[in-house]
């Protein structure tokens, strides 16, 4: 069985995806930045920004069933990687009491310029 959520975010219809997908026990979660009631949250601070990701995340993971705890691997998405400790910092205190594996790749750019982060995880529920 397959379930599919949205968050409602700008893009999702547009683009044509899901903001969670549950596939049995596993449940995975893509585009989550720092976008909040249609508003960049964070300005210019990576680390703010990131803790809206990971804030987004853990709200899709609740709407298919999982947690934070759940979590076995995220992939972070960063626009200027020379500031991947702040990043790095978010990440850690959203997901650090069952860290999973992770990446954190520095990229040219997001669906936004205003945006400098973009986060995906990947959960087994069992």
Do not use: K
Not at 12 to 37: L, Q
Request: some cysteine.
């Amino acid at each position: 069985m397959i379930e599919r959520f949205s968050s409602g975010g700008p893009w999702e219809e547009r683009v044509g995806y899901s903001r969670a997908v549950r596939a049995g026990p596993f449940v995975f979660v893509a585009g989550c930045t720092a976008m909040a009631d249609g508003a960049v949250v964070g300005g210019d601070d990576p680390y703010e920004q990131m803790r809206q990701a990971c804030a987004n995340a853990v709200a899709a993971l609740a709407q298919a069933g999982a947690t934070a705890a759940d979590v076995v691997q995220t992939r972070m998405f960063v626009t200027d990687i020379s500031r991947w400790e702040q990043i790095a910092r978010a990440h850690a205190e959203a997901f650090g009491a069952a860290p999973p594996a992770s990446a954190m790749l520095g990229v040219a750019g997001l669906i936004d310029s205003r945006l400098l982060v973009e986060l995906e995880a990947l959960a087994f529920v069992s």
